[in-house]
């Protein structure tokens, strides 16, 4: 067994950092998490995130997934993520982490 993440990732900060133009479309996301200066720039964040963790508390793998609002029912009203909601709604992201390796994005 391993760590795994789900993240909720703020495009205008990734679009800023790598200096990438807005309006590429409605896929424009879609197409920027397969870009590699994209999932480099995630693995250096997540890496710094969380370097004082132990080492069996670094996920290994990751997935992107949409923002947890009200709206779609993956927060409370005081933000407490529902848990058993989003393990529901990501079920197949999170058990492709555990046995696709097509999501593999190690932090060394």
Not at 33 to 58: G, P, Q, S
Request: with cysteine.
């Amino acid at each position: 067994p391993y760590s795994i993440a789900l993240l909720v990732i703020d495009w205008v900060a990734v679009r800023n950092h790598l200096q990438i133009s807005e309006g590429l479309g409605a896929d424009d996301e879609e197409e920027m998490i397969n870009n590699a200066d994209v999932k480099h720039l995630i693995d250096t964040e997540l890496k710094r995130a969380t370097a004082k963790f132990k080492r069996f508390e670094v996920p290994t793998k990751w997935v992107v997934v949409s923002p947890f609002t009200s709206a779609n029912d993956m927060i409370t009203p005081k933000m407490s993520i529902r848990r058993h909601v989003v393990i529901k709604a990501y079920r197949n992201s999170i058990d492709d982490l555990y046995t696709d390796n097509s999501f593999d994005t190690r932090c060394d």
